[in-house]
């Protein structure tokens, strides 16, 4: 019997492959296929069944593609509606791959059709419990998602604690909890940065698993202070239920190298946005007029997702050479299919062509005591609960994750200088500022964490229990 998981950073989603006997399965997948076809090949095992714990939101999901590619049959709990041919599973079904057997424990509370897999060795002892995003490791599943004119957030906790109480925690303590995500997702409040534990230690340091805890105390810990959930979110779920093109498709829409020419007239033709991946240094040295920056290098997906709100846009892009099909991929694993081509030979062709480029101004910690006090204004996108323990005195709070709920809060005042923690979310924040006709807003290199190395007036540190 072969376990692994499949971690990816960006999405902090884990995706499970399992191989026994010449037989496997993978549960949650994601959208891009070849790295758990390669696995299956390198084992001459034959996919039976894809898995998926619930109808996901913060992702497209790869059971569909994955069907299409190997034959395998897709599942899902009882309560799954969708518009595509899988197996509606019924509580405590078994499924055989191989030697093991994988249980179908039906979860509900994230989702109504929320379910958990238990995985029990050939000699039918429980090994492991893939817990999708009912449980994680330190937290559990926000309830707020599958909110329906029936079922509010309370309503759904309620449900969540019963299946807690009643499907997870009467199993053995030293079961592995392989959860669907780790810390960095928005699916839970305040997730571990650890991917694996046992249901024993969980037990003992979890806070929605203590046994004393009553119905009414659990709906009020679960529910009391989740953010609203990116607006990308439902319409990942509503294509996870009705069905989205092959990613072969879309890598063949999107890989198209353009000249510096074609590459204008089709931004103007086809309305695209103009998408920059590379990183902020090289965004800010030089870039094509009207590009918004959401680099690569740091959580590129959920970014995208958070602030380009039509999943329809069709988007023109620059990335370091190399790197197109991973910007592609990374695009529609939340949903952006519509990826049309991208600049051949980046910026520098673009200046090649005679084509005028943009920057982004800056200043140093150092130096911005001394704007401040000419008259200059600070602007921090960092979360509230960021900007609530600590910062520049005087300091406007526009959260990038809400800049696009915000925007009649933005002036185009002069001497505005922008700045977040290190200075990704700020670059990304004055790009689409930029974008959108703000040319007054300069970057504070190295953020936070410059500025407090300055003598800069900031307010007491208070401690926060949120990030």
Known sequence: MKVEQLYTGCLAEAAYYIESDGEAAIIDPLRDTAPY???????????????????????????????????????????????????CAEDNQEFKIGKVTLVLLHTPGHTMESSTFLLRDENGKDVALFTGDTLFIGDVGRPDLAVKSDLSK?????????????????????????????????CGKNLSTETVDTLGNQK????????????????????DGIAPP??????????????????DKVMDRGNRALTADEFEKLAN????????????????????PGSVFIGL?????????????????????????????????????????????????????????????????????????????????????????EFDAEHVEDAA?????????????????PNQYVHCKSGYRSMVFISILKARGFHNHVNVNGGIDAILKTDIPVTAFACSSQS
């Open 397 to 413: 709070n526009i959260p990038l994750d809400y800049i696009n709920a915000n925007m009649d809060k933005i002036t185009n005042e």
């Open 269 to 288: 033709d086809a309305e695209a946005l103009i998408l920059d991946t590379r990183n902020k240094e090289a965004f800010a040295e030089a870039h094509v």
């Open 154 to 186: 309370e309503d759904l906790a309620g449900y969540l604690f019963d299946s807690l109480r009643n499907k997870i925690m009467p199993l053995s303590d030293d079961l592995t909890i392989y959860p669907g995500h780790g810390a960095g997702s928005a």
């Open 204 to 223: 003992a340091t979890n806070y929605a698993l203590r046994p004393d805890m009553s119905r009414e105390e659990f709906v009020k810990e679960v529910t």
């Open 37 to 87: 076809l390669r696995k299956a090949e390198e084992d001459n095992a034959k996919f039976k069944y894809i898995f998926e714990t619930h109808f996901h939101a913060d992702f497209v999901s790869g059971h569909l593609d994955m069907a299409q590619k190997t034959g395998a049959q897709i599942v899902y709990g009882p309560n799954a509606t969708a518009e595509f041919d899988f197996l």
């Open 297 to 385: 290098d740091g959580n590129f997906a959920p970014w995208v997702g958070a602030l380009i709100e039509d999943l329809q846009q069709p988007i023109l892009f620059l990335a370091d050479a190399g790197k197109e099909e991973e910007v592609i991929t990374r695009l529609s694993r939340v949903g952006y299919d519509h990826t049309i081509g991208y600049l051949n030979g980046g910026v520098e062709a673009w200046k090649n062509a005679g084509k005028e480029a943009d920057s982004v101004p800056s200043v140093e910690a150092n130096d911005l005591g001394a704007l401040i006090k000419d008259g200059g204004t600070v602007v921090d996108v960092r979360k509230p609960s």
């Open 230 to 247: 990116p607006q990308y979110f439902p319409k990942n779920a509503v294509m996870n239920k009705k069905g989205y093109d092959s990613l």
